[in-house]
């Protein structure tokens, strides 16, 4: 009996995980978490996770989530790098060259690699 509640546990937990990591919309968007993708992925203070919005195997927004790196510093990576993203085929963006936002080249960096995580499980789990 024990051995059968720990499994549907460890179900439980699997599924749960798994579902905060990507989820479909009623519209057919795709949003992808990178929560638990990339916490190996650091800007200048920590992780930056983001959620990306895909819609017919195109990117349509990066949203970046809460983490500790300084607002100006987001700010300017989601005013002049996230825009272009916008539109570009999954495809591309595992290997897209967008370029760092100067002066916030640690956040560019995590983000840029969040943004390839994300789009990498997109690819294998749509």
């Known amino acids: 009996m024990k051995k059968i509640v720990l499994a549907f546990l ?3 937990v699997f599924n749960t995980a798994e579902a ?9 968007t795709y949003i992808v978490n990178t929560t638990t993708l990339a916490t ?6 920590g992780t930056t996770p983001v959620e990306i919005h895909i819609k017919k195997n195109k990117i349509v927004k990066v949203v970046p989530l809460k983490s500790q790196e300084g607002a ?3 700010a300017k ?3 002049n790098m996230l825009p272009k993203y916008e539109g570009m085929n999954v ?3 595992t290997v897209a060259e967008v ?3 100067t002066g916030a080249t640690f956040t560019s960096d995590a983000i840029k690699e969040n943004v390839k995580r994300g789009v990498a ?3 294998q789990n749509k």
């Open 99 to 101: 370029d760092a936002v």
């Open 20 to 28: 905060q990591v990507m989820k479909k919309e009623k519209d057919g």
């Open 91 to 93: 495809k591309k963006g």
């Open 10 to 12: 460890l179900m439980t």
């Open 77 to 79: 990576v989601k005013k």
């Open 121 to 123: 499980y997109y690819k």
């Open 40 to 45: 190996d992925v650091e800007g200048y203070n």
């Open 72 to 74: 100006k510093y987001v």
